[in-house]
């Protein structure tokens, strides 16, 4: 009586076994998120596929996405403002308005559900997945490390963010003659970055920050560009009244804004940890331990990093004559009493001073003796 049972029973598991392969068969397959031909997966990310490898650098995905977030939330606490040219009654009045490397749109959206009557396009190489933006908002797909789409002199105000980890030296280049072409006479264009260089860091921040540096200097891509922006953009020539300012901000301490800077920088290790791993050979567990012990160091060490603005009027047709510029200091960050040195800063704690030349160059870091590269 037991084999026929078990004839019964495997019979039952045969048919049962066709009717799921049958099942699987006719269910849809999930479509990919971002196209396959045009992406690619790697770690658990997305990435763009380029010939460029400072293009494919950042991934492009919902946590990418969320990223930039938390950097746009970040701006608006720390500057309290979204942007720094003076052109808040033109906005009022309708002008137009571009903004360069877009991404999301956070910057693009924000301002446009704040000044209705102007109208807001931003360009970029791709489009993340945007939900219901304004009807003054409009997002065009577009290689822009070429030329521009646009005749010259069409828009009152240009503007660019966060193209640090995006840009090689030849596309900014190439990019900061275009802002200044279609931007109207008597218009302005304005670019916000952050510094290229922690300071104050400990030495796990510090093993992060050399391979970092290392990585993208083979990818043409310059950690300095913050502090170079005013320079570069006074010898194009073109624009007159040229101003250049920062900010400092602390890394995980000193409140909301420390928090906020701490949500990015911890973002930024998941963002670019799969280029790392596969630049500098380095397993996933390695890297993972590295960084949460550099983020704690940011708290200890009590870490920051500044973030730099620039923007300048494009001179009218047939002005003659050099570009005037300034430099203004803003306000350091910090406990203690906080003092701006030079054109980068200083934070002054309970341990040491910080001064810092233009180059943004000098970085504080602490010794390791257990991690050799």
């Known amino acids: ?51 460029k490898p400072n ?11 969320e990223r930039l977030q938390i950097n ?39 301002m446009a559900t704040q000044y209705p009557k102007s109208h807001f396009t931003g360009i970029d190489t791709m489009i993340y997945p945007i939900s219901l933006p304004p ?28 193209a640090l980890l995006r840009y090689s030296q030849q596309d900014w280049d190439a990019i900061l003659p275009e ?37 993208l200097q083979t990818r043409q891509i310059n950690l300095k560009i913050a502090t170079q922006l005013q320079s570069m953009l006074e010898e194009l020539g073109g624009l007159e009244s040229i101003e250049a ?29 799969p280029k790392l791993c596969e630049d500098w050979s380095m397993s996933s567990g390695k890297y993972d331990k590295i960084v949460q012990a550099a983020s704690a160091e940011c708290k200890d060490f009590r870490s920051w990093i500044n973030i730099h603005y620039v923007y300048g009027r494009k001179k009218l047709e047939g002005t003659t004559g050099d570009s005037t510029s300034t430099t203004t200091e803003d306000t350091a960050v ?15 704690n309970d341990k040491n001073t910080v001064n810092d030349s233009m180059d943004d160059t000098h970085t504080t870091v602490g010794s390791c003796d257990n991690e050799q590269l």
């Open 1 to 51: 009586m037991l084999f026929p049972t078990l004839g019964k029973a495997s019979s039952i598991l045969s048919k049962s076994c066709d009717t799921s392969r049958h099942r699987r068969h006719e269910q849809p397959l999930a479509e990919p998120k971002f196209p396959l031909k045009k992406f690619e997966y790697m770690e658990g990310r997305n990435y763009r596929q380029s010939q």
């Open 55 to 65: 293009e494919q650098f950042l991934p492009c995905d919902d946590e990418e996405i």
């Open 72 to 110: 746009h939330i970040l701006m608006k606490s720390l500057f309290v403002s979204t942007f720094f040219a003076p052109v808040a009654d033109q906005l009022k009045e309708g002008i137009k308005v571009l903004e360069v490397a877009t991404g999301p749109g956070w910057w693009l959206i924000d």
């Open 135 to 162: 009807a003054n908002c409009h997002i065009k797909v577009f290689d822009i490390s070429k030329k521009l789409p646009y005749p010259d002199n069409t828009f009152d105000y240009v503007t660019q963010h966060e």
């Open 179 to 215: 802002l200044i072409r279609v931007c109207k006479p008597g218009g302005y264009i304005e670019s916000v970055e952050q510094s290229g260089n922690y300071q104050d860091i400990g030495p796990n921040m510090s093993i992060w920050m050399m391979r970092l540096t290392v990585s």
């Open 245 to 273: 300012s920062h900010r400092s901000a602390p890394i995980g301490w000193y409140g909301r804004n420390g928090d906020l800077m701490l949500e990015s920088v911890e973002r930024l290790f998941d963002a670019i940890k």
């Open 334 to 348: 910090g406990s203690m009493n906080q003092t701006v040195v030079d054109s980068d800063s200083s934070v002054n």
